[in-house]
């Protein structure tokens, strides 16, 4: 039935954003969506789509090129007229299409642009740090397309560039060459975001820094660092590799960075103001060279060697990486000790911590050879190549803490990847967290374990980890968590099911994004009742699940203190207590050298 309407009438909703939503397939503003707004002393052209207002491509830096590189980051400088309608530049990676050394830009998603110079229904602020252990990513990739999360959470959402690889973290024994200089890049977005976040919608006394893999170690480091203090108020680390230690600036100055002049043709200096010299005028795409990739993989494993017992194998996995930097209020110390000492610079904050159940086994699947035979000895051949000694003794004489299941053809592969698992990520985590629990470091802590993932992120993808596996054991791996924090299959171009239980479920997605932004706007991760109800038809299957089971705090005396994300979520014990007691002291941060600084 319909009739006609009075324009004088009031209606509850009336609808006026015909925009079509953006997808892989839609990247272009509809005609008719752009908006202006000003922004303190920036004026932007935004628009928007069918899920939020978008303000892509804003610079928050001053681009750091010529004797800006290396060197931390520049508040920025530069036009005030911004067009803010499309995607700009990745910083400098190998393989990359559309980089550039000027690449500090970062994108906003909003469900609310307030009226001018208004601070009425300002939303929290979700300010996301991508991973691709920090030699590779974007802050525009579909994976981290803001539009779903705005909307379906109520929450700003940010998703932030900053350097990698070489460009990103070389140091030198002066400080001239800063080291974490990535880093420094996410922190001068969260200062450009106090400075100008509330013209876009957002909050900026209420923000959560997020982050995945690498992302969640950049949480960790501004976590860790003195100069981030006060810029954000709660943090969610996902599937950071904590197991593996920040190494010293000596790392950089005596190896990496030398080693990455030899490859660049930087030959003919005679000490190291020579060689910066050199190192600045080289063009960006030399750093990320076959000849550069293999200097700093050797250089590393070298080094890291000595500094915390890392192998060969073990300093594969992040070659380069943030230093320690207290000289510049960056990464103080590792987390660990800054917990243990009181000192955490961002303590007494909301925190919500959390992995994958077999993050390793993406790398160890694709990097072990295919037909393994599943046996004990195999394995621990495996192990021996891997890890150091001690690791290697205490994991072959605890048998059945490590076991193989010998009528599995992938068994092998499968019990290095539950180690490797174990020992970059679960055993540390468990450490920190019980750690941070007994010495009441943050407000509240939250930590969960997904069982439940969708594999295939943006090519990352191996048949151990993917639907209907060989052995018929779906393995939920490294970055399977992001598609549920996103809610982004639908942009990417994937189907949802709808049964409750299978693969890349609907229902579960938009469980696991609400928990998220449930925390982001309340610091719980569980969404209430009356707010699930309000929000209508499409929240009831979070509902039914909220009604079974609460996601508790997280306390290292409670029975279980972990959310499991499955299917049917429930609560867990703290994990693989057993195997991680065994590994405690062989774990790279537990391992680090204290004298290697100071070594010849």
Known sequence: MSRSADCSELHPVLCTNSAPAYNVNNTTPAAGSQVTLQAGNLTVTAFRDARSFRALGMPFATPPTGNLRFRPAQPYTGYTNINATLFQNSCIQYGGFYISEDCLTLNIFSPYIPAQNSSVG??????????GSFTSGSASMPAYDGGNMASRGDVVVVTV????????????????????????????????????????GGDPTRVTIFGESAGAQSVIAIMSSSSAKGLFAAAIEQSAPIGIPWPDRRVYSDYITPAIGAALNCTNVIDETALKTCLRQADSRAFVSLDATAAIAASAGTALGMYSGATQATSRVEPIAPILNPEIGVLDDQILSLIGSGSLPSGNIPV?????????????????????????????????????????????????????????????????????TLF???????????????????????????????????GLQVPACSPGAANGVDLVCHAEDISEVFGNSN???????????????????????????????????????????????????????????????????????????????????IPYTSACAVLQSNLLYNTINSTFANSQ
Not at 122 to 131: E, S, T
Not at 353 to 369: C, H, T, V
Not at 524 to 553: F, H, I, K, M, S
């Open 122 to 131: 300002l939303r929290p602020v979700a300010v996301w740090y991508y991973g």
């Open 161 to 200: 560039n900053y350097r990698l690889g070489a460009l990103g973290n070389l140091a030198t024994s002066d400080g001239d060459f800063s080291g974490s200089q990535g880093i420094t890049d996410q922190i001068q977005a969260l200062r450009w975001i106090r400075q100008y976040i509330s013209h876009f």
């Open 491 to 573: 942009v990417r171009g994937f189907a949802y099911n709808q049964n409750g239980t299978s693969y890349n479920d609907l229902g579960f997605n938009q469980y696991v994004i609400d928990q998220w932004t449930s925390f982001m706007r309340t610091y719980d991760p569980n969404p209430t009742e009356a707010y699930l109800l309000a929000r209508g038809r499409g929240y009831t299957q979070t509902l039914a699940y909220r009604r079974n089971v609460t996601w508790p705090e997280f306390t290292s005396t409670g029975a279980t203190p972990i959310h499991q994300l499955d299917s049917t979520p429930a609560n867990i014990a």
């Open 424 to 458: 970059a990520w679960q055993c540390p985590l468990n450490q920190i967290l019980i750690a941070a629990s007994n010495q009441s470091t943050f407000s509240k802590i939250y930590s969960y374990r997904l069982d439940m993932g969708v594999s295939g992120f943006d």
């Open 352 to 420: 919500l911590f959390g992995n994958n159940r077999d993050e390793a086994s993406l790398f160890i699947s694709a990097a072990l050879p295919a037909g393994l035979p599943s046996t004990q000895d195999v394995f621990n051949y495996v192990v021996g190549q891997a890890y150091g000694n001690a690791t290697t003794a205490a994991v072959t004489a605890n048998p059945s803490l490590f076991p193989v299941n010998t009528t599995d053809p992938t068994g092998t592969a499968d019990a290095v990847g539950q180690l490797s």
